[in-house]
């Protein structure tokens, strides 16, 4: 039996070991993608071929921990139902024995190229990273071509995450990285045939512009054009929180500007985180056939208390977010849940004309563990508004300090944390609740927190209060269970 041989039957089997556990946990999700078994982190190769989309996932089937990470692999034709398919890389080689990492697939005459990183650590735990390539003729299985770039002069061994784009007649690739002098940055790579790469310097962060000196190390970057300008995501570690901003243990956003493929220069705005809440990291875009400009993203952060979250017990943990669609309104990025998200709803929902003064009201109507909530028309005259959801998580809009807030209660000391961002007007809230995940979508996408979260698996009351006279719209959908 070949080492790939070998690692894909042992992962089967932790798959069968735990089945029953895993499907037990009263905090497995209905319409989220998950693990089988063990950790799921980032969202790889996300890609749009051959009508089907298929996304990878960064897998470590033996336990709730990182480690040698394989490719695990779901595909879909609606962005809704999703087919569990065959583990796409295993760590088998030498140049990938500690994980296959993050990366990213372009159709190329036909076939899928994966970029990934190959991680390898000796016994001293000293690092080498190999950015690799991987060719599929049917979308499910991959022929390893080995390393096609080795970490450039100027660089640490942390340099990982290819994001790989054809512009023009050539090929691009960035690249997360840590600079000899332990700066954040991102690298950029050009290529004719998609297997010699030339390393054309750091194209953000280091120790110039806008990002300079910003955290010491960027993981994950994906520059594309959107709306007629560029779009640089990445995910940035080392940021000291700043008031309501860098709350989490990592950050995940973007900066906008041009990039010129000629000079490989990048003239860009101030970063701005991409969503509010408590867990999104590692975002990974694609252009669909219908030319939108889809995200999705890891819906946890890196060393945020990661073995407290109860589903540890269950042998499973992490999930991925919605897909969602981006556009730019007003030099800004903004995320609205995928259109098809739609088919999840179970017939034509409810809807209620809600009053309020300065009381807590319980729609019977409107609760339900699996479901979508939209909130329109939105007047508060005065003071605060919120909706409570199973007892565990608040959102509340202060109308006099103009801003937004997240509760919920910790997983690790049941205390209640926050996040929160400023926002001037409150007129529409869409809400996906998936028995142990939140995400709420405000105005239309202008800001979205994602959050997981964990109330008593029993509990599926919504409550909806104000400190003074407010009126809204509420619609409410049940959702389909797809996993
Ligand atoms: C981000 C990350 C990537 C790396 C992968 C390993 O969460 O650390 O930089 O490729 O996860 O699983």
Redesign the pocket.
């Known amino acids: 039996m070949t080492r790939d041989e070998q690692l894909r039957k042992e992962a089967a089997e932790a798959v069968s070991e735990h089945k029953n556990t895993v499907v037990s946990d009263p905090y497995r999700l209905h319409y989220h993608m998950m693990p089988p078994v063990g950790l799921l982190?980032?969202p790889n190769g996300f890609i749009q071929w051959k009508g089907t989309y298929h996304l990878f996932y960064?897998w470590m089937p033996f336990k709730t921990g990182?480690g040698a990470?394989f490719w695990g692999h779901y595909s879909s034709t609606d962005l809704v139902h999703w087919k569990e398919e065959e583990i796409a890389l295993a760590p088998s080689e030498w140049f990938e024995k500690n994980?296959c990492?993050?990366?990213s697939a372009i159709e190329h005459k036909e076939r899928i190229y994966a970029f990934y990183?190959g991680?390898v650590k000796d016994e001293e735990g000293n690092r080498e990273s190999y950015q690799c390539l991987a060719v599929s003729d049917d979308g499910l299985t991959f022929e390893k071509k080995g390393p096609v770039i080795e970490v450039p002069k100027g660089y640490t061994a942390h340099f990982?995450?290819p994001k790989v784009w054809e512009q023009g007649d050539r090929y691009y690739m960035v690249v997360?990285a840590q600079t000899e002098d332990l700066k954040g940055a991102v690298a950029l790579f050009s290529s004719d045939n998609l297997t010699e790469w030339t390393h054309e310097g750091i194209l953000a962060g280091g120790d110039k512009g806008r990002i300079k000196d910003f955290g010491y190390m960027f993981?994950?970057p994906d520059l594309f054009s959107l709306d007629e300008q560029d779009v640089l995501i990445f995910?940035p570690q080392g940021l000291e929180a700043e008031g309501m901003k860098y709350q989490n243990v990592y950050q995940a956003g973007y900066v906008i500007g041009k990039f010129d493929p000629e000079t490989f220069s990048f003239d860009h705005g101030e970063f701005e985180e991409l969503d509010r809440g408590f867990d999104f990291?590692?975002p990974q875009t694609t252009v669909d056939a219908k030319g939108r400009r889809i995200l999705f993203a890891?819906m946890s952060v890196?060393d945020q208390d990661e073995q407290a979250h109860p589903t540890v017990d269950y042998k499973w943990l992490h999930i991925m977010t919605l897909p969602r669609e981006l556009t730019i309104v007003d030099h800004k990025v903004i995320q609205k849940p995928a259109r098809e998200l739609e088919e999840l709803r179970e017939g034509s929902g409810v809807i209620h004309q809600a009053q309020l003064n300065g009381e807590t009201i319980f729609l019977p109507e409107i609760n339900g563990k699996t479901i979508e909530l939209m909130l329109e028309e939105i007047v508060i005259e005065k003071g605060w508004f919120e909706i409570n959801i199973h007892g565990a998580a608040r959102l509340v809009y202060s109308s006099e300090q103009q801003l937004v807030t997240l509760e919920r209660k910790s997983y690790v000391d049941g205390t209640m944390e926050r996040r929160q961002c400023q926002l001037n007007d409150l007129e529409s809230l869409q809400v996906f609740v998936d028995i142990s995940s939140i995400e709420v979508f405000i105005n239309e996408g202008r800001e979205t927190f994602s959050a997981r979260f964990f109330p008593d698996p029993k509990n599926s009351e919504i409550t909806f209060g104000s400190s003074h006279k407010c009126s809204f719209v509420a619609k409410k959908w049940d959702l389909k269970k797809v996993f």
């Open positions: 982190n980032d960064q990182h990470k994980g990492y993050s990366g990183t991680n990982r995450d997360g993981e994950c995910s990291y590692a890891w890196p």
